[in-house]
């Protein structure tokens, strides 16, 4: 597993850190400054149903693709995805940078994300087969989710305050929808069919996002 961190880690030594491609928009609702981005979900919630279909799973050949051509690339699978498919396609390249030059509000979420998926992965360490997997997922879902200005949110500053207890709970509830899809999509490429660990995803359960402790 070491070696296959060390190959990403060259790849990703000669590109740029990945951005979302969903530009800001006024007429997204924003909550603490993050904008409520519509998901490909039956998972209920306050984010708005993407009309682009469900959550899908971009196939290796095609990260790759992704990783190792212009970003410009991106824009060929923009139409068909969502801040969640974004954050899983890009994350095994995003997860080896310390610092992120935040280009939109999307990037805001795109980093949150990245940061939950790797504290996922961490729960997942150790889990040798798709049941494992789901039970602990399962059990990082009933964890409280703190919203910025709470003890235990990641990246102090990076959204502003709630300025009421309503923007607080729509902030929250999105995120718990959000890290809930994010989740599922998650367990469909870290293990494999016949139920095995990937070992090309749980490789990555060591490393730290931003250099920030995955608790």
Request: glycine content about 6%; some cysteine; charged content about 20%.
């Amino acid at each position: 597993m070491h070696m296959l961190s060390a190959i990403y880690l060259a790849v990703v030594s000669i590109v740029p850190v990945y951005h979302s491609s969903f530009v800001d928009d006024e007429q997204i609702t924003k909550a603490c400054g993050c904008p409520l981005l519509p998901l490909k979900s039956h998972i209920k919630g306050p984010a708005p149903v993407s009309d682009q279909g469900y959550g899908w799973n971009v196939s290796f050949f095609k990260e790759l693709m992704i990783l190792f051509y212009s970003r410009n690339m991106c824009n060929f699978y923009a139409d068909r995805t969502d801040i969640v498919d974004e954050a899983i396609t890009f994350f095994r390249a995003n997860v080896f940078f310390r610092n992120f030059d935040i280009k939109s509000s999307a990037d805001k979420l795109l980093i949150y994300l990245t940061f939950y998926i790797n504290v996922a992965l961490k729960r997942l360490e150790g889990c040798r087969t798709l049941a494992e997997g789901t039970k602990a997922i399962i059990n990082l879902g009933l964890e409280n989710v703190p919203v910025p200005g709470e003890s235990g949110f990641p990246f102090p500053g990076l959204f502003t305050l709630p300025q009421s207890h309503r923007e607080a709970e729509l902030f929250r509830n999105y995120l718990k929808q959000i890290r809930e899809e994010t989740s599922g999509r998650l367990l469909s490429v870290a293990y494999r069919p016949n139920g095995t660990p990937n070992k090309w995803w749980l490789a990555f359960a060591k490393r730290k996002f931003m250099n920030v402790i995955v608790p």
